[in-house]
């Protein structure tokens, strides 16, 4: 059963950092690409990042370009999200998933990431 | 970006009844196109891709069509475990951007 389960949230203030996981389970980690979907309280949902199977291509939406740092331990099965000057506008569950066929086709449970002094 | 115009916004009907959400693309997205059901408090779940592709394990009443800048998705004969909100998601060119969903109810 694939499983994909994130950590690392919680409340960090504006202008600081969090680095949030994602442990995955279930298939070969190695073989596809990642990618990270975040929805703001209330809202819909917004690409973040996603990156290839073997982590030599990487992509950002332009809103966290620069701030944000998507990476994988293909080792350790592991998902990473880095977010450096965190804004109130960042506030959101952020889900880990996995691409297959260019879709979403697995999600996390997601985990909440709320930015405020 | 692509802007993702879904409607309606929301939607009421019946058990049994046949429902239609649809999709618009502002450029053409060669049928590069996913939909998700969410339940509420629930992750979002794929229930199409390549705009008429059903999901492994997802019931064959789901069903999408389209192509160019049009989609869409029905529900034959609605079932209570099908009050949701439904997105649509170009993936066809970066930012991968979604649909602002439609809440389906129960009359």
Same mark, same amino acid.
């Given at each position: 059963? %694939? ?5 690392? !949230? ?6 600081? &950092?969090? @680095?949030?996981?994602?442990?995955? =389970? ?21 690409? %973040? ?5 073997? !982590? ?6 332009? &809103?966290? @370009?620069?701030?944000?740092?998507? =990476? ?44 405020? =002094? | ?61 789901f069903s999408g ?9 029905k ?33």
């Amino acid at each position: 059963e %694939v499983q994909l389960v994130e950590s690392g !949230g919680g409340l960090v203030q504006p202008g600081r &950092s969090m @680095k949030l996981s994602c442990a995955a =389970s279930g298939f070969t980690f190695s073989n596809y690409g990642m990618a990270w979907v975040r929805q703001a309280p209330t809202k819909g949902l917004e690409w %973040v990042a996603t990156i290839s199977y073997d !982590g030599s291509s990487t992509y950002y939406r332009d &809103s966290v @370009k620069g701030r944000f740092t998507i =990476s994988r331990d293909n080792a350790k099965s592991t998902l990473y999200l880095q977010m450096n000057s965190l804004r109130s506008e960042d506030t959101a569950t952020y889900y880990c998933t996995r691409v297959l066929r260019r879709a979403f086709d697995y999600w996390g449970q997601g985990v909440m990431v709320t930015v405020s =002094s | 970006d692509i802007q993702m115009t879904q409607s309606p916004a929301s939607l009421s009907a019946s058990l049994g009844e046949t429902v239609t959400i649809e999709c618009l693309a502002s450029e053409d997205i060669y049928s590069n196109l996913a939909w998700y059901q969410q339940k509420p408090g629930k992750s979002p779940q794929l229930l199409i891709y390549y705009a008429n592709s059903l999901n492994d394990g997802v019931p064959s009443r789901f069903s999408g069509s389209g192509s160019g800048t049009q989609y869409s998705l029905k529900i034959n004969s609605l079932q209570s475990e099908d009050v949701s909100i439904y997105f649509c998601q170009q993936n066809y060119d970066s930012p991968y951007t979604f649909g602002a969903g439609t809440k389906l109810e129960l009359k």
